[in-house]
């Protein structure tokens, strides 16, 4: 946790930066209801991550500004092998659209990691989102997840 | 104004039985009027307050009259349909049967004999015309005779109202007796009788909503597809009393509109989460706007229970605020596990913030339906 709180500062540069990416001229928007599988070994904190449930609406503007709700469970197992569900509920701020599809946005999220302690609040997130696949960053820790089945729209 | 104890009594145990009926239903009903705000989807519904005349609303406080505006009060249930839903559909309204002193008149005297009201729900055909009528006719008695004796409603079902095409007692229509003063639900439930027909099962429930008796009528002309559409009105097509009282009035099931509801400009709808499904969960994604009027978006569902299935839009024709704004309405079409051709409506409603207490549903045109709190995640509407 305290590996958490500690870099956050650097993954709100980042998220920063993201929104600065130059945007296409229209409003975009991204949507999913997906489920992923992360790549082997993915952790978050002491929690190995298998699977993650994704539901999300965003709004992306051209100067970069983003409105939405990104909401993720994030579904492993605790060091002692007890299945745990992190939950993240993000407020999406700002977001681009890339030449190749690919969508990008961030903001700041509570982050509950599920087991029993109070969730932490303004967590910076920044999700990368392709049709198949999808990448998390959540206070420095990046995950990458495959998207086997359920939708996601970028329009 | 009444006071006695017998109507407290039941004026408490209707509100609760109310509100548990409306927590069960209402997220899943296409079309939904208590008139706790307005009356809109009816006309000729005047609002009153739980207690005037005697009556207590049957959900929340606040109910509505047909002041004897005879033939002139109805609801187009939100729209009139040219698709008649594979899952079939149901329209119900709560009605008070005043039939103990004192009367909704105010006075101790019961209504003349033989005096009437008729509650229709009628079917379009797929081009959106008319094409049939179900009907409870039902008229307050205070005579005696193989219905009963003193005051007391008879009821029997048609497809035809009015003094001159229906009457309560006919015994060939097997009339029912009520006998006790209160909320009662009159419900249609249009479906397919399995061979392709329609058949409509008209039932008076009590106000726990506890079936009392059901009319079935069915017509072999009524193809489903062919001669037989979706939902047309609901309708008092005649009403003798000086106020009938009547309050949740509702439509379940999927609404293909005949004149797609036209979306209301600046309204735009971010929304992502999850809902509790049979034995899963539902989760959801989606983004809507009408700039200028024009409806565009996005939306995503995928039901990780039971009835397992990804819905993946492909057209949004529709996108309404509604409840002051809290709610919104996304009508459209999607893909169904990558299959096109299927209608949907989501209605999702921002109760708080971040999602305290935010609901979403969805009801397709195959039937599929789910709704409920959202479990996580968030709604905003502006």
Redesign the interface.
Known sequence: MKRLTSVRAIVLGLAVLTTSVGANSD?R???????GLFAAGAELGPVALEGV???????IEADGSA?????A?LQGSSLGGSPQEI?V?G?VTGGSVEADGRATFSGSA?LNMGDGTPPLANVAFRVTAGSGDLMLVLDSVQLTASLP?????I? | MRTTKKKTKMKMWLVIAGIFVAAVTVTFAAYFQSFETDTNGWAGAMRVSSGTRGVPSKSGVFHAEDQNLNGVTFTDWGGYSETFPPGGYTTSVDIYLDISPPYMTGSLLPYANDTRFDWSSAISTPSCAHRRDFVFNAGFYTDTDTTGTGPRFVISASTNGGRGSSFPKNPGSTPYTINVEGWYTFEHRFRDNGAGVLAVDLTIKNAAGVPLFTWTLSDPSDVIGVTVGGNRYGWFVQNEFPYLGFDTSMLIGFQDFCVVPPSTAGTKVTAGGWITVVNGKGTFGLTAKANAGTPSGNVTYQDHGLLARTVKSTEVTSVTPREAGRCARILGNAKVNGTPGFGFQVDVCDNGEPGKDDTFSIVMSDGYMASGTLGGGNVQIK
């Open positions: 409003e928007s991204v949507t999913a209801a997906t489920t449930q994704i539901g999300t609406g965003v709004f409105s939405g709700t990104f909401h469970v939950t509920e407020n509570s089945s359920g939708a996601v729209t329009d």
